[in-house]
């Protein structure tokens, strides 16, 4: 084969690969949330747990393998002298299927709504330093069907968690909650749900409501290094 084919067969295959690449943009993401736990010695044990849509999700998002997490002080600067220049792998240890079959009784056709879960958990060094500490995962993107958001295919999530000073000197673990939420609610039915937490270290809980925060892109749907706060 001549030099020019050569140059012209891989210049095909870029274009290949470039214009089949948004395919592998996931459309999924249900919901998670992110905790730690203080075990001493500036080690914290972090938890990060992602839902995933079963059936309305595409065939080509599975659960990521590692997941990223990006380190960040309260201002939001990234801590590229942690981990790996700021960012921290946790593996992917499987996942479970969450499903309400038998309690789909909404009188709607349709079939029972499927969720898939993923825990990540590893340990990770947080020396103390004077800001405190931020740490942020980012997943993109929601659903199709969604109706309450607007371009769901173009919105992901992000779910970090705060480590404040006094957190990294009294060596204090994040409440956690006690159940998740049902996987899905009736419309114009009551909701009654239990979403108490509990706290490892006996300190007072204060709850409030708060709009799940944005992250990554349909372009970008599973960052490098996730993106800097405020989300």
């Given at each position: 084969m001549s030099r020019s084919s050569i140059i012209s067969t891989i210049a095909l295959l870029l274009l290949i690969f470039i214009f089949q690449a948004p395919e592998l943009n996931a459309t999924h993401i249900v919901g998670g949330d992110m905790t730690y736990r203080c075990l001493g010695n500036d080690q914290?044990?972090?938890t990060l747990?992602?839902?995933?849509?079963?059936?309305n999700g595409a065939e080509d998002a599975p659960f990521d393998d590692p997941a990223i997490i990006g380190i960040f002080d309260i201002f939001g600067?990234?801590?590229?002298?942690?981990?790996e220049f700021g960012r921290i792998?946790?593996?992917?240890?499987?996942?479970?299927?969450?499903?309400?079959?038998?309690?789909?009784d909404c009188n709607v056709l349709g079939n029972p709504v499927c969720v898939h879960e993923a825990v990540y958990r590893d340990t990770f060094f947080l020396p103390f330093n004077k800001l405190?500490?931020?740490?942020?995962?980012q997943r993109?993107?929601?659903n199709p069907i969604l109706v309450n958001i607007e371009d769901p295919l173009e919105t992901g999530a992000t779910y970090d968690v705060s480590i404040p000073v006094d957190v990294l000197t009294q060596c204090n673990s994040q409440p956690v909650f006690n159940e998740w939420a049902d996987v899905y609610i009736c419309i114009n039915e009551e909701l009654e749900f239990d979403h108490s937490a509990t706290d490892p270290d006996g300190d007072e809980l204060v709850y409030r409501l708060c709009t799940p925060a944005q992250g990554a892109s349909s372009d970008n749907p599973r960052p490098f290094t996730p993106s800097n706060p405020p989300y």
């Open positions: 914290y044990e972090i747990t992602v839902r995933r849509d079963c059936d600067s990234l801590q590229t002298h942690l981990g792998e946790i593996p992917f240890m499987g996942e479970d299927t969450i499903t309400d079959e038998f309690l789909f405190g500490y931020r740490l942020a995962f993109c993107c929601r």
